[in-house]
T-cell receptor, first 112, second 116 residues
Framework: SQQGEEDPQALSIQEGENATMNCSYK?????LQWYRQNSGRGLVHLIL?????REKHSGRLRVTLDTSKKSSSLLITASRAADTASYFC????????????FGKGTKLSVKP | EPEVTQTPSHQVTQMGQEVILRCVPI?????FYWYRQILGQKVEFLVS????????KSEIFDDQFSVERPDGSNFTLKIRSTKLEDSAMYFC??????????????FGPGTRLTVL
């Protein structure tokens, strides 16, 4: 399968805690992107990490990429109830015309 | 901040009817996409469009589907004869590929299509 596989499938935490979601993929990538989807709503691009980058930050988000293990993680620090959403990693292998392949995502629930 | 817009937000139609879903991509983007998400399932790629022609399409995008960029701003998805199984959320996306091939796609809020 070309899609990234997110883990865990569901995660429930208390507000203020950190949330870590993982993504594994199969072959060499061009870049990897994380998207968020609030229930029944559109997809929001969160962050993109290139294959030659190891870590990237954006606000409370921290993404790491380990190309030797073919894995990435998304860390949300000091979570808020508004972070409740599904999170998807999307791998770009560079070979296609650009269609993104989404996995099942991690459903994050942040309880107030 | 520029964003992708979609209309309508919700469309209800009878089986067999034609529907047109509309999207206005971000103005300086050159690549356009449609995806769909059946309730409770994964987001699925339908079609990509560049330079006024389809670049790639999935097996879902059969002869009942077509896309068009009728003017300089709109990008439409037409379903000729809707089926019950076409009920889904349809997302439009656009991107501006960089010279390094980075393909960061920006999604619209979606159109919820309900086929009765």
């Amino acid at each position: 399968s070309q899609q990234g596989e997110e883990d865990p499938q569901a995660l429930s935490i208390q507000e203020g805690e950190n949330a870590t979601m993982n993504c594994s993929y199969k072959t060499s990538i061009n870049n990897l992107q994380w998207y968020r989807q609030n229930s029944g709503r559109g997809l929001v691009h969160l962050i993109l990490i290139r294959s030659n980058e190891r870590e990237k930050h954006s606000g409370r988000l921290r993404v790491t990429l380990d190309t030797s293990k073919k894995s990435s993680s998304l860390l949300i620090t000091a979570s808020r109830a508004a972070d409740t959403a599904s999170y998807f990693c999307v791998v770009d292998y560079g070979g296609s015309q650009g269609n993104l392949i989404f996995g099942k995502g991690t459903k994050l629930s942040v309880k107030p | 901040e520029p964003e992708v817009t979609q209309t309508p937000s919700h469309q209800v139609t009878q089986m067999g009817q034609e529907v047109i879903l509309r999207c206005v991509p971000i103005s300086n983007h050159l690549y356009f996409y449609w995806y769909r998400q059946i309730l409770g399932q994964k987001v699925e790629f339908l079609v990509s469009f560049y330079n006024n022609e389809i670049s790639e399409k999935s097996e879902i995008f059969d002869d009942q589907f077509s896309v068009e960029r009728p003017d300089g701003s709109n990008f439409t998805l037409k379903i000729r004869s809707t089926k019950l199984e076409d009920s889904a959320m349809y997302f439009c996306a656009s991107s501006q590929r960089t010279s390094g091939g980075i393909n960061e796609q920006f999604f619209g809020p979606g159109t919820r299509l309900t086929v009765l």
